[in-house]
T-cell receptor
């Protein structure tokens, strides 16, 4: 788990708050991902970045705004979220973005009140 | 279209008995296949990966999986379950794009 770190590990926010999730990878990878994991649902891919460029936006609402300033850091900016956005948000990285092994962080458990 | 089906949402075994977690996939060409494990309140950890080399893949913690093209299966096995194996297991197929396609997961319970 130490290869990919995520902060904070837990977050409680109101629907009018703005917050950011941070992911950092220490593996020298070039691709980074955001996933959403909700109870009783398959893991949902949200965004993919490859060499800092967004290559995938899986129809994610605009209240989720990703940012990738460099290949080691990935942010997910949150604003005006809804209670149904409560979930575990997982970050992952891989060396390339063509079916390669992805390494996951521990996740941020988000609760929207 | 690529897809993956985990046939059991829950599996319960006694400690020391074999584990079998079933996975079937659908892919129009040779995919990469993975098994990940997720312990409570943790991220996903890679158990093993198949990439068209040996059909029997050995992973961490004594797990292994066999790729059977004729059956489009990639079942995960372990000869003897340990209490620490209790977790959620995900079968994943990668059609060699930037997406991994996850199964819905199998929750493994291990009883003493």
């Amino acid at each position: 788990e130490t290869g990919v770190t995520q902060t904070p590990r837990h977050l409680v926010m109101g629907m009018t708050n703005k917050k950011s999730l941070k992911c950092e990878q220490h593996l020298g990878h070039n691709a980074m991902y955001w996933y959403k994991q909700s109870a009783k649902k398959p893991l949902e891919l949200m965004f993919v970045y490859n060499f800092k460029e967004q290559t995938e936006n899986n129809s994610v609402p605009s209240r989720f705004s990703p940012e990738c300033p460099n290949s080691s850091h990935l942010f997910l900016h949150l604003h005006t979220l809804q209670p149904e956005d409560s979930a575990l948000y997982l970050c992952a990285s891989s060396l390339g973005a063509s079916g390669e092994t992805q390494y996951f962080g521990p996740g941020t458990r988000l609760l929207v009140l | 279209a690529q897809s993956v089906t985990q046939l059991d949402s829950h599996v319960s075994v006694s400690e020391g008995t074999p584990v079998l977690l079933r996975c079937n996939y659908s892919s129009s060409y040779s995919p990469s296949l993975f098994w990940y494990v997720q312990h409570p309140n943790k991220g996903l950890q890679l158990l093993l990966k198949y990439t068209s080399a040996a059909t029997l893949v050995k992973g961490i913690n004594g797990f292994e999986a066999e790729f059977k093209k004729s059956e489009t299966s990639f079942h995960l096995t372990k000869p003897s379950a340990h209490m620490s194996d209790a977790a959620e297991y995900f079968c994943v197929v990668s059609p060699n794009t930037d997406k991994l396609i996850f199964g819905t997961g199998t929750r493994l319970q291990v009883f003493p």
